[in-house]
Every structure is written in C-alpha cells, then in structure tokens.
C-alpha cells in the first residue's frame, strides 16, 4: 500500500502534485490508492490510460461513477449522463446529438467565436490587463457555449456562478445551504451534490420549453428536435446532457486557456517562437492542452476480474486513469515538464483517452484556444505573471480563481 497521497483536494492548492504521480507512474504495475473506506488502482502511464479508455466492456463508465466516490443506486441513475454511460444507452445518446459537434458543424461556429474573441481580448488589453480568469478566460468559453445553445449573453454570469459552485463540489464540499436556488431535492441525488445543479437543471428545462414552442437556429432546439427513427432525449436525458454541455463547454476550455495564459507568461520565449511563426498555432494548441490537463483523472469499474499492467484487478475494483501523470510520461513525451509550442507529436489525454468516450466538444475547444492565440499574436502583445495564481482545492479539476496577468507590447 502506497502512502504517496495523489487524492486529497488541498493538495491541488498548490498545483499538480507530479512528484507523487511520478513516483507512482515509475512503480512497477499499478499502485492501491487509499481512499475513504475503500481505494483505487492508480493509473498512471500513458500506455495503461489507453487501454483503460479503450476497453469499455472491462473498465466501465456505468458501474459505480466516474468520479472517485461512489452513488447509491438511485442516485446514480437520477444523475447519469453520457459519461456515466455504457453502450448501448451510451451509443444511443452519442448517435443523437454527435451529428451537432462534428468538425463541420464546429468550422460553422467559428465566426461566433472570433467575434466573442475579439471583443474580450480588447477589453484586456484596453486596460493593460488584469484578472486573465474573470476578464477572458471564464467568459470567453461559456459565451461560446451559450451563443451555440441559444440562451441569452446576459445569462453568462449566472451561469458561470453557476459551474463554479459545480467545481466546489469536486473538492472540500458546496458552500451552499442545500436549499439555495430554491432547491428540495437531496444533494446526493444532484450532481457534484450541489444546489447549483437543481438551478442548471431548472434553467435547461426552461430552455426546452422555450424551444419546444419557438424553434431556432440553436443546439438546445437540436437537441430537444433531435430524432433518429422516432428515438428522442427524454426530458431527464435532455436535462443531464444540457448540464454536461454547460459544465464540460465551459470549466475545460476556461481551464486550458488559464492555464495556457500563465504558460506564456511564465515562458515568453515560447510566445516569442508563436509569435515569430503563427502557423505554429496548432501544435501550440495542442500543447497547452497537454500542459494544463483541464481534467486531472476519470474513473471506470472494473465490470470482471482483469489483468492491467501485470496487475491483478477483481471485479467491482475501481480504476482510475489520471490524465494529469499520463501527460507528463517521458516514455511518450519528450522532455515532457517543458512547455514546448513546437512539439509535434503530442497525444496527450485531455479529451479522454480515446475509445467511446472521446469528448464531444475536443474540437470546438481547440478551435476557441486556437482563434485565441490567433487573436493576441495579431496584436503584437504579450503577458507578463503580476501574481501567483489563487487555486482550486480539486482533485478532478485543475482548477485556478485567479490569476493577475499584464500586457506588454
């Protein structure tokens, strides 16, 4: 049994604990991670992450969770979405609405982008800079979102209230009262066990309703007119699916781009190359993902005893792949602690390993980083740190509330 601790929130206060995944990534098999009652088998090399992510009837999404805790199981099914899935339910839900995020469809939303981009990114350099998470980070992706779903830009802010409060609930617990937003339900039942989930779902319903009535050229009037031989989202399905959007839409890219902000601050000769080379915008992209590792793990149950990196796992076993370590494993990544905009062989995992899980919105999100850096390279701009970023306590999400960044020409 381990004692290197890769699981309590705080931790992630002071940013990815990667002495601790590399001692754990360089052991021999898998490593037993206490956690609560029970534990985890800690997966850690890029190689094992694959193979998790791309044997779904071993390692399942639908057994027990996909976070670390587990669900009783009426809460499980109240609050299962997409990635808590297995097919064939998963195959149905991913068939009805993966026909809206295909790249086409995604080079459709460009312009939206481009213009929401534009507006924040003048706006941070009008006032030499400042909060990069409150002035770009956090708005810039959940108005994209909200402008392809069709709800209101003065909505944003709720919203963005809204998945915070969601992200509190992967750490130390919610600081709401239980009945905020009106809410009667029982946290268990409500995803992350949060109020802000019941106000989430309420604003979604709100939205069907809207569009059941008077359709537009939106993805909520998609999604609730989605149908494939007479198959439909159900109300609940809808409800579950719009929160994901919502959370996934926004906490991941606003994640990646903070994290992508303070990379280039911290390492202006790599700003310097983007700027020096734009059609490096791509592999950039791709590596400010890598670096920022948005979702720090996924869990999956083992539906069978099972064999994994020469490691026994029984049945019921919980497995969880820690994109974070998986990033930074130096048999795949060269010199992989160095942020490096030129690196052009980068199959980092912060989309999900592969295999059915693959995040529906992987190319919406790189398209929003990448008309971001287009964005600031055309100015002629760069960033300088102003403080030390103010983080999350979460293990799930890489979280930062803050981060003061400045504009220097």
């Not at 998945?163 to 039942?189: K, W």
């Not at 790189?366 to 287009?374: A, D, G, P």
Request: charged share 25%; proline share 5%.
């Amino acid at each position: 049994m381990t004692t290197i601790d890769i699981a309590t929130p705080s931790l992630y206060l002071d940013g990815i604990p990667h002495e601790g995944f590399t001692r754990i990534r360089e052991t021999e098999g898998l490593v037993w991670h206490p956690y609560g009652e029970d534990g985890f088998w800690a997966v850690t090399r890029h190689a094992d992450v694959r193979e998790v992510s791309r044997n779904p009837e071993v390692f399942s999404s639908a057994i027990g969770h996909t976070n670390l805790w587990d669900l009783e199981a009426d809460a499980l099914e109240i609050r299962r979405s997409l990635i808590d899935s297995d097919a064939p339910d998963h195959t149905r839900l991913r068939r009805l609405v993966s026909k809206v995020f295909t790249p086409k469809a995604t080079r459709g939303w460009e312009g939206t982008v481009r213009r929401i981009t534009t507006e924040l990114v003048d706006g941070f350099v009008a006032t030499g800079g400042g909060d990069w998470v409150e002035m770009l980070a956090a708005p810039l992706p959940i108005r994209v979102i909200m402008a392809i779903l069709g709800v209101p830009d003065e909505d944003a802010g709720y919203l963005v209230e809204l998945t915070d409060h969601l992200v509190e609930g992967t750490g130390a617990g919610s600081s709401l009262p239980d009945d905020a937003y009106g809410n009667t339900t029982p946290t268990r039942l409500l995803p992350f066990n949060s109020p802000a989930s019941h106000a989430l779902f309420e604003y979604a319903e709100r939205m069907r309703q809207l569009r059941l009535a008077e359709p537009a050229d939106d993805l909520v009037t998609g999604l609730v007119r989605a149908d494939i031989a007479g198959d439909r989202l159900s109300a609940a399905e809808y409800r579950n699916f719009f929160q994901l959007l919502v959370f996934a839409g926004n906490e991941t890219t606003r994640t990646a781009i903070i994290h992508g902000g303070l990379a280039f601050a911290q390492q202006p000769d790599q700003w310097d190359a983007l700027r020096d080379d734009p059609e490096l915008a791509g592999s950039a992209v791709d590596e400010v993902i890598r670096w920022a590792s948005p979702i720090l793990h996924m869990r999956r149950t083992a539906s069978r005893d099972t064999v994994l990196a020469g490691t026994a796992i029984a049945a019921g076993d919980k497995v969880v792949m820690w994109y974070a370590a998986a990033n930074r494993d130096p048999e795949v990544f060269d010199e992989p602690f160095r942020f490096d905009v030129t690196r052009s062989d980068n199959p980092h995992f912060a989309f999900g390993g592969g295999g059915p899980h693959f995040c529906l919105g992987a190319f919406l999100a790189k398209m929003e980083i990448q008309v971001l850096l287009e964005e600031m390279v055309g100015r002629g701009i760069r960033l300088e740190q102003r403080a030390e970023p103010v983080r999350l306590a979460s293990n799930f999400v890489h979280g930062v509330e803050s981060l003061q960044l400045g504009v220097m020409a």
